[in-house]
């Protein structure tokens, strides 16, 4: 039995637009990616308010109107987190009546490799 497929002309040439060329991956330098391969990731941007730890016995005691005590001091700056990753910290405002974040401080980039 032969496990190899029998692919059209038309096949290989869609194939072929999908995938990335050559010059995509193109590296200036050592380490460097061509930056328009990377302007096309998505991203998981959040903001955290604060943490905190409680027993599922307290959990389940949760009902409408309970107050969850936070880590944070009022007034102290939020996380702005990507990926899961302190990236910049900064303070709630409001734009055209939703929720939006004033950068205050922008985590350096090898303090954020070094939480990895």
Request: no cysteine; glycine share 6%; charged share 25%.
């Amino acid at each position: 039995m032969n496990d190899t497929t029998n692919e059209t002309p038309e096949q290989n040439t869609e194939d072929e637009a999908l995938s990335p060329t050559a010059e995509e991956f193109q590296v200036s330098q050592p380490g460097n990616i061509n930056p328009e391969v990377l302007q096309n990731i998505s991203v998981n941007l959040s903001i955290e308010v604060g943490r905190t730890s409680i027993k599922i016995k307290d959990l389940m005691r949760l009902t409408q109107g309970s107050v969850v005590e936070l880590d944070r001091i009022a007034g102290e700056p939020l996380d702005l987190l990507v990926n899961d990753t302190v990236v910049a910290q900064g303070e709630v405002v409001l734009v055209n009546d939703r929720y939006g974040i004033r950068l205050t401080r922008v985590v350096p980039s090898t303090d954020r490799l070094k939480s990895l």
